[in-house]
């Protein structure tokens, strides 16, 4: 069974940065395509999977990455495949950026963000950025 281990959410002022990491297990990490995805504080809790919104996609196995069109260049996802973790840098940070983020995984794609939120095999627990103005 995969599981998704997020950390590196926290509270920060406008214009600061975190660094989100997701720690992969039960699979190779090249086996897997991986993204970041988030959801806001006024998701209704019966659609909260289907409400979250892609960010970026990493598949692993050959480094390529996509990106949502409003990330805007202000958001960067990297990969460490010797310690099965994916990274989301997240720079210039706004009010708006406030929600949980969540790690998610599946299998048999290269870019997740093109999936259906049905699709996805894996989600991580979440872990919450909140941005003050």
């Known amino acids: 069974q995969v599981r998704l281990v997020e950390s590196g959410g926290g509270s920060v002022d406008t214009g600061g940065s975190l660094r989100l990491s997701c720690v992969v297990s039960g699979a190779p990490i090249t086996s897997l395509c991986l993204g970041w995805f988030r959801e806001f504080p006024e998701s209704e809790t019966m659609e909260r999977e289907n409400q979250r919104v892609g960010l970026a996609s990493i598949f692993p196995r050959n480094g390529v990455v996509h990106y949502a069109d409003f990330v805007g260049g202000r958001f960067t996802i990297g990969q460490d495949n010797d310690k099965s973790t994916v990274y989301l840098e997240m720079n210039n940070l706004k009010p708006e950026d406030t929600a949980t983020y969540y790690c998610?995984?599946?299998?048999?794609?290269?870019?997740?963000?093109?999936?259906?939120?049905?699709?996805?095999?894996?989600w991580g627990q979440g872990t919450l950025v909140t941005v003050s103005a």
């Open positions: 998610a995984a599946a299998r048999y794609c290269s870019n997740i963000l093109q999936l259906l939120r049905s699709q996805i095999n894996y």
